[in-house]
């Protein structure tokens, strides 16, 4: 089993930055990608960025150049770094553990808030 907190939401104000963590109960990252996703209010839940098990990232198409997920291996944790926001990108936030071999089951985080608004 493994868990995944979330933290570092808030409100802020257009233009702003936030900086998201996750962090996991133990290593898991040779063997699962991690991945942030967000909900906003009546929509579904979209993925947002990803670094896979080998360091490679990937983003949607709203947060290519404003958005950076890094990882810290030694501290089990996935950060994603949110400049430049935008009240669109208001949602729920949560991290995601994805497992390489279909075998392993995913998790999730509880999620956290992040409201943009002046």
């Known amino acids: 089993q493994v868990q995944l907190v979330e933290s570092g939401g808030g409100l802020v104000q257009p233009g702003g930055s936030l900086r998201l963590s996750c962090a996991a109960s133990?290593?898991?990252?040779?063997?699962?990608?991690m991945a942030w996703y967000r909900q906003a209010p009546g929509k579904q839940r979209e993925l947002v960025a990803v670094?896979?098990?080998?360091?490679?990232?990937n983003y949607a198409n709203g947060v290519k150049g404003r958005f950076t997920i890094s990882r810290d291996n030694a501290k089990n944790t996935v950060d994603l770094q949110m400049n430049s926001l935008k009240p669109e990108d208001t949602a729920v936030y949560y991290c995601?553990?994805?497992?390489?071999?279909?075998?392993?089951?995913?998790?999730w985080g509880q999620g956290t808030q992040v409201t943009v608004s002046s």
């Open positions: 995601k553990a994805a497992p390489i071999l279909t075998t392993l089951p995913a998790y």
């Open positions: 133990r290593s898991i990252f040779s063997s699962y990608h």
């Open positions: 670094i896979a098990s080998s360091g490679s990232t």
